[in-house]
T-cell receptor, first 113, second 112 residues
Framework: DVKVTQSSRYLVKRTGEKVFLECVQDMDHENMFWYRQDPGLGLRLIYFSYDVKMKEKGDIPEGYSVSREKKERFSLILESASTNQTSMYLC????????????FGSGTQLSVL | QKEVEQNSGPLSVPEGAIASLNCTYSDRGSQSFFWYRQYSGKSPELIMSIYSNGDKEDGRFTAQLNKASQYVSLLIRDSQPSDSATYLCAVTHNNAGNMLTFGGGTRLMVKP
């Protein structure tokens, strides 16, 4: 089975801090994604990457950046955390035979105080 | 703005009934359609995909697609309490690579 591992399940940070969310997948998938999930809003795409060192903006990239130095690792960076970035962050990878089949990590619940 | 709309629910059905979940999308360029299930406190998992008009059946699940009406639905036959979850509709677009746009999800409650 594909395993997508997110480094933290819960994270509490202060306003203005720089925050790193790490994601690692073990199936050699090319495509990786970062979503945030808020009640009633579903999953909204922040950034995605289809190759090492490649990145594309999603629907809500403002306030975020990403890094993909190795194929298996995709990091989400909050340059200066704000309270409106309090959310559940989900990393996903895509590959294999079924287009659109995303494998999600267990999520990181980030609280910015 | 590509939009995917779902009724947030909750949709409550008795055990053994058919649950009908609906989704509409705004972009006529949408190519592929997916249903994800998300249990409370868990991550979404793919349960159905559909690419052409008509019905696609997989066990107790049937996905229905009508591109002319920009409508996709998921039917769950013989609903079980274990089907209680939030169901997320997602679509891809032919000019956006592999980007999936998700709806807000419909919460389904199956009562014993």
């Amino acid at each position: 089975d594909v395993k997508v591992t997110q480094s933290s399940r819960y994270l509490v940070k202060r306003t203005g801090e720089k925050v790193f969310l790490e994601c690692v997948q073990d199936m050699d998938h090319e495509n990786m994604f970062w979503y945030r999930q808020d009640p009633g809003l579903g999953l909204r795409l922040i950034y995605f990457s289809y190759d090492v060192k490649m990145k594309e903006k999603g629907d809500i990239p403002e306030g975020y950046s990403v890094s993909r130095e190795k194929k298996e690792r995709f990091s989400l960076i909050l340059e200066s955390a704000s309270t409106n970035q309090t959310s559940m962050y989900l990393c996903a990878s895509e590959g294999g035979q079924i287009e659109g089949k995303l494998f999600f990590g267990s999520g990181t619940q980030l609280s910015v105080l | 703005q590509k939009e995917v709309e779902q009724n947030s629910g909750p949709l409550s059905v008795p055990e053994g009934a058919i649950a009908s979940l609906n989704c509409t999308y705004s972009d006529r360029g949408s190519q592929s359609f997916f249903w994800y299930r998300q249990y409370s406190g868990k991550s979404p998992e793919l349960i159905m995909s559909i690419y052409s008009n008509g019905d696609k059946e997989d066990g107790r699940f049937t996905a229905q697609l009508n591109k002319a009406s920009q409508y996709v639905s998921l039917l769950i036959r013989d609903s079980q309490p274990s089907d209680s979850a939030t169901y997320l509709c997602a679509v891809t677009h032919n000019n956006a690579g592999n980007m999936l746009t998700f709806g807000g999800g419909t919460r389904l409650m199956v009562k014993p």
